[in-house]
């Protein structure tokens, strides 16, 4: 049976509903097919966004389900640790955390294999959406990774930006498009009304829009019922909306270690500076500052400015 705790304390800037795991990496640069030991971290697209939102200022809540295993445990004292509140996270002794698994193959790139299918996590439903509401936050953070999960996390999803929306409850929304997992994007476009900010890769662009062209996507974005875009473009770094349309932002200059969690990292930022009434202009340098740490460190998180040098980048930023 579910175990659900105290609600998040009143004054919750982010809610981020999604799903984190543990995560197992071969040390030493060798590969799971023969690696002798690993390290292990804790990972997951909203929980990183909410991480990143905390160190740049914010106060940020997670919203979800985890095992009543060690891994659900190792979840919520790392999400501790990192700033972001977890009494939204719901314990359940039916179903167990999710974990994943990632080699670096020797050309650099990245091969993922997760296990999480029939977690905690993918049994989340409408009422885990009514506790996030009922933490009463300036903003909610979806994604369409959650949605991807299965029916039950789509809906919840769904009811979260719907409610969030009606209550006067800013919405933002990641698409966060997994081609391995089942495909959400009509679900999205529906959401497209009730989303005040939309965090989007370029890459995931016409899977929306029909295009990836900053300007016509920005325009249809509006068109939808949008409030406000910013265009993620990677290595190219972002647009991000004026009264005159987008501007585009190039990347901050280093060298890729890792690039997992840049997204991620860049609207938890991006929000926390957007929530804190910084400009678009000072919201996107603020994103790409922090996306620019993670990807030159190895992990999702690890690369995020320290809590002082976070507050000199807020700082800067307005």
Known sequence: ?????????????????????????????????????????????????????????????????????????????????????????????????????????????????????????????????????????KLVAVSGLTAALGPGPERAVVRLAREAHARGIAVALDPNLRPGLRPVGETLVGLLPYTRYLVLGQDEAPTLFGTDEPAEVFARARAAGVGEVVLKAGADGCYYATPDGPVHLP????????????????????????LAGIDTRGAAWLGSQFAAGVVAAPGDTEGLPTPDRARELVASAV
Do not use: W
């Not at 659900?4 to 030493?28: R, S």
């Open 1 to 137: 049976m579910p175990h659900p705790v105290n609600l998040a304390p009143a004054a919750v800037d982010i809610v981020g509903l999604g799903e984190a795991m543990v995560l197992f990496q071969p040390l030493g640069g060798t590969l799971l097919d023969t690696c002798p030991t690993a390290s292990v971290h804790v990972a997951g697209a909203e929980l990183n966004l909410l991480v990143a939102a905390a160190r740049a200022g914010a106060v940020a809540a997670f919203c979800s389900r985890v095992g009543a295993d060690p891994f659900g445990r190792r979840v919520l004292a790392a999400a501790a640790a990192l700033g972001v509140g977890t009494d939204l996270v719901v314990t359940d002794d039916a179903y167990p955390t999710g974990v994943f698994f990632k080699d670096v193959r020797p050309d650099g790139a990245r091969r993922v294999h997760y296990y999480r299918a029939g977690s905690a996590a993918s049994t989340m439903d409408e009422a885990d959406a009514s506790r996030a509401l009922a933490s009463a936050p």
């Open 251 to 274: 990347t901050a200059a280093v060298e890729v270690v890792d690039p997992v969690g840049a997204g991620d990292a860049f609207a938890g930022a991006y929000l926390a500076a957007r």
